[in-house]
């Protein structure tokens, strides 16, 4: 929307999906040139020459296809929400109940703050048990050279 409102001519590569699409009808109200998924640099600079030689003709359009889109687009907006609202095809936001965690978060928030608490006593206690088999596996005496 920003382009129409700007008078933007288009020019057009759609690589797929929703763009051949909305490309398709950029083309049919004469917003500007398309040039498929795939152009070449002459295909490019021929599109660039074209829309600079009607560039007055292709922003008019573009004028005018916002113009036509802005006016009365609230009162289109208020029919739209309206009837999805009747549908019961919408969903509200509560804040006060959106603020409270779910079983599963308070779940996965206990056991991280449980093994953030537990980690260094975990570690102590690794580094005590390695501390004490080096010292029950190092020899009490130093053993003699054996001489031959």
Known sequence: MEGLAG???FIGSPQGRDQL??????MRANLGVNIGP???EQQIMEAVNKVHERLDYYSANSKRIYEKQRI???????KLVDSLIREGKTVTYEE????MWNLTQCYLFSLLYVAVLLSPLFLALYLVTKTIKLILKAPSQPQKPKTS
């Open 96 to 99: 006060e109940r959106q603020k």
């Open 38 to 40: 795939n152009p070449s």
């Open 21 to 26: 699409y909305l490309a398709e009808l950029a």
């Open 7 to 9: 008078g933007v001519a």
């Open 72 to 78: 009365g687009a609230e009162k289109k907006l208020e």
